[in-house]
């Protein structure tokens, strides 16, 4: 009988250390798929696209009524409606509009100024989970995506505006040179909405949940603010404690509330603001804007995955 020889399978090579595939990919030139770039060129990356940036901004505001038949108007009429309820309710009914002058042009304009900063925020907490296909779909920096959202409600606060300067005139507002105060407001204002954007965007893409939760939060945040009533007044009258006082005063939704009635209401004086108020609103953009635009490039690479 023939004997039959059976080989041995052969021994599977042993799997390569990853210095191995570091040194084998950095030989051939290759680099990690979605890797995050450097802080320098994620912000160049974001400068290229920065047409990409206003369109998508632009778009998703044409968008945001396209179904209502009224369209563009509702853009217009939303902070005017919420405005009409706080009057009905803080100014008539609680007595508010006492001793304030010229209320329905405060009250309008902390509503207009207060919805900016509400819309963005809600808006880039859901600006990665919200948009999922879109971040899966495309290579794009991710920051884009807060950054338009926060732009989309500036442009909304622009018609918003055009409708608040007739009813400052309707109410006896003379127009003045400190309108243009209003400029560099808007820009604080939009630096500070757009860090916290990106910062709410990075939480609410690792948890959606946060989206149910913020309503909640802004409206306390609302209350807080000063727009239906005067931050001054009450500090003055009611003698708060001190750590009460600074944190009304220095906070950032009431800071640029002030400095927009500053800027367009002859009736509100420079004594009503809070010591250095414009320290306050550059310090606020600074910080918020800058840390809460490193704060989101710091995961970019984890976007739209799981």
């Known amino acids: 009988m023939s004997q039959v020889l059976h080989t041995p399978p052969p021994t599977p090579a042993p799997a390569p250390a990853d210095d191995d595939l570091a040194a084998l990919a950095a030989r051939h030139g290759l680099s990690v798929s979605g890797a995050r770039p450097t802080l320098g060129e994620y912000i160049g990356q974001l400068w290229a696209r920065r047409h990409f940036i206003t369109a ?34 803080f100014g008539v009914l609680l007595g508010t509009k006492q001793h304030v002058p010229d209320y329905i042009p405060f009250l309008v304009t902390g509503v207009f100024i207060w919805t900016f900063t509400q819309s963005s925020i809600m808006a880039g907490t859901r600006a990665i989970s919200g948009n999922l296909g879109l971040v899966r779909a495309l290579h794009f920096p991710r920051a884009a995506l807060p950054i338009s959202f926060a732009i989309q409600q500036l442009q909304q606060l622009l018609f918003s505006m055009a409708a608040l300067v007739v009813i400052l005139l309707c109410f006896g507002v003379p127009l003045a040179p400190s309108w243009l105060l209003a400029i560099p407001v808007l820009v604080l204002q939009f630096t500070f909405n757009a860090g916290v954007s990106m910062v709410m965007a990075r939480l609410g893409a690792k948890t959606p949940d946060i989206a149910q939760l913020m309503p909640f939060v802004l409206r306390t945040w609302m209350y807080v603010s000063g727009v239906m009533w005067s931050i001054d007044k009450l500090t003055k009258k009611d003698h708060l404690p001190h750590l009460v006082t600074i944190a009304l005063e220095t906070n950032p939704a009431a800071v640029y509330i002030d400095l927009m009635r500053y800027a367009l209401i002859d009736s509100f004086h420079a004594s009503q603001l809070p010591p250095h108020v414009w320290a306050a609103a550059a310090g606020w953009a600074l910080i918020t804007g800058v840390g809460g635009f490193i704060y989101f490039w710091k995961a970019e690479e984890t976007y739209g995955r799981g």
């Open 56 to 89: 998508f901004a632009t778009a998703k505001l044409t968008a945001q009524y396209s179904q209502a038949k009224l369209g563009q108007v509702w853009q217009v009429m939303t902070p005017l409606l919420n405005a009409a309820v706080y009057y009905f309710i």
